[in-house]
């Protein structure tokens, strides 16, 4: 089967995470590892510096900028 055929160029799929939240993390097994990491289409991942105290870390996305910069561009 086409990798490209279920994930399409033009599907954003950005996966914000932190290191200090214990839920979240890199998304890297949706990808296919024959293509570049980080690159699309494959899952964009972005940590989120700002979200640092452990545990609060998983609803500190919420509050922190990245979060909003990316929904403004994926949206204009």
């Not at 097994?29 to 105290?53: I, T």
């Not at 545990?55 to 509050?63: I, P, S």
Request: net charge positive; hydrophobic share 40%; aromatic share 16%.
């Amino acid at each position: 089967m086409s990798y490209l055929l279920y994930r399409r160029p033009s599907f954003k799929w950005i996966n914000i995470w932190s290191r200090t939240d214990i839920i979240s993390g890199e998304l890297n097994y949706y990808d296919d590892p024959a293509l570049p990491h980080n690159v699309a289409p494959c899952v964009q991942n972005m940590v989120d510096h700002k979200a640092w105290v452990p545990l609060y870390a998983h609803v500190q996305y919420w509050n922190n900028p990245l979060l909003r910069q990316q929904l403004y561009r994926l949206v204009s």
